[in-house]
């Protein structure tokens, strides 16, 4: 192939420069390393000498002669090196007999054919340092540009963790135009993938699976990156055994250690993976693991928030076995027509908490009353009117639930305004308060209390239907209706009691 | 050889995009503003261009808008380098067909991608309608 660098000097303005150096036209050639004629101003010995330099391997400092003929020789010298390898040779040729022309000392000649060499040198040198730093920058704008559409991805798909690491992994596919990309995190049974298939591959499945076993062991071990292409590698003996593809594998590291993997995979009739594939994995490999922790950080913390709420619902249903269940039915249930109301997600958040910890102002109530199987006294009942506000004060120390406390705060309030704890009419009572509402006075009348044993379905939404409009909202009783009209799992798994159907 | 067009003040993408493009096997023509791309394109239309927006003397939206007026039966697409968060950009070039985006920093992947896919389909499609032809 050509050398491109060559072909960016102006050897005919540096030739011009060499005749008048010299005082005469004089024959000029530029040779590549393997005596390749680059340049020459139309002269026929240029293949003869060509194949001179070819064979005069080594190049050593200075000149060189070679005898074309009787009266006419080409002096040759090399043009340096950069690196270990010569980046080419100059030639001319000296004609000592031309008629016109006095015969030209071969010391002068040497000495302007070495300030050529220096000039054509420093020209070739600065315009390959040029390519050089043209092609990292080009391979830094691709990390980049990676980096920024991980990062548009992550943006795009705030909160649905599922759905980042595969639209992340697709567009990898696409972008690197790969086969198979694959995240393995054997440790948590993670395997997620997604295939751009130049052809198919009928064991995905199979492959998928072995990534997991000895290549994972093989890069947890060296902690490096691994690229195979040749179908021979002898490291295919252990590694990918009967599994001719091209492979990638990155490590993942947390904490310095390998947890987890990315594989590229591409089928055979593909080209080599190269070093810049290399790369652009390591960059996506980093890029995942940190996304990966942030996850699993995420999750712990939810998991945290889950327990201690759970921690404070046991507390409540400690004092009143009775109540036993209670908020995570009303939970469910309030979710279940949060999302038939198609409330955003981050309505379905603050839902969420204030459902599930409505009743955990019933802490403050004495066991007396709370648990007293007989009809409670005008004075007892205060105690009960007391507790949305108490779970008000409990909860409010939890700025993340500044909004889910609404609806654990107003459960309570009827939409005739004659509710508690502040007496809200109709939308003035908090939506969440007014869906918790309808859950809560469905489970109370289908749950067994102290004092009664639980009712049926049909008793329940009776009493519902009655009271829409004066305790509760009736559009949210219409949607609660549509909702159980269809038999929903939960009846059953609820254990909600049925009448019996006419046959 | 496919002749690609590319419109750049700054020496650091010009660069760049030729040696990238060269090594994919293209001619490359690099000019630095839009008055000379315009002028180049008149003169003979290239198989793509690929334009940066913020330039000196002419700007990548004038060169496009002119090239739509002046040059209304172009075929080569337009290809615009914008940076990912510049979104202001979307609404003049929504009305230009055969224009697509490029985000900056810039993948030469996605680029020579890109270009390979644009011109195999020109080629498929220039066999299909000899086919025809043939058969008819």
Redesign the interface.
Known sequence: MAN?IFEQIDFKRVHRWLNRAIGAEIDFMVFDKDGNAVWDNANKHASEIGQVIAKTGNPLQGMHRHDLSANKTALYQSLGFIGDGCIGWVAVIVDYFKKNDAPVKIDQIAEVLDDVVAGIFDEYKHKAD??MM??E??A???E???V??VD?HVQAHSGENAQVFQSLLQSTTE???VDVVAFVRPSKDVCQYATNLSQEIHNLDLVLIETRGDLYRFIQASSETIVMNAEDDPRRAYIFTDMPYKVIGCPVLTDGKVDALVVLLNHQNKPDFTNSDRKLAEVLANQLSSLSNTYQLLESMHEFNQQLARTLIEAVEAKDPYTRGHSERVHHLSMEIGKAMGLPPEELEDLHWGSLLHDVGKIGIPDAVLCKPSRLTKDEYTFIMVHPERSYEILRHVKHLDKAILGARHHQEMYDGKGYPHGLKGERIPLHGRIIAVADTYDSITSSRAYRAGRSHEVAMKEIERVAGTQLDPAIVEIFKKMVAVEPEWLKHFNIKREKLAA | MKRILIVDDEPHMTHVLKLYLQRAGYDVETVPNGEVALASVLKAAPDAMVTDIQMPVMTGKDLCLSIEAQYPQRKFPIYVMTSMTDREHRDWTQKIDNLKFLEKPLSMRALTQALAAHFSTINADTLNTDGGVAHG
């Open positions: 491109p040029l390519e043209t092609d920058l080009g830094r704008y691709e980049l540009h990676l920024y559409a548009s972008h690197l135009n």
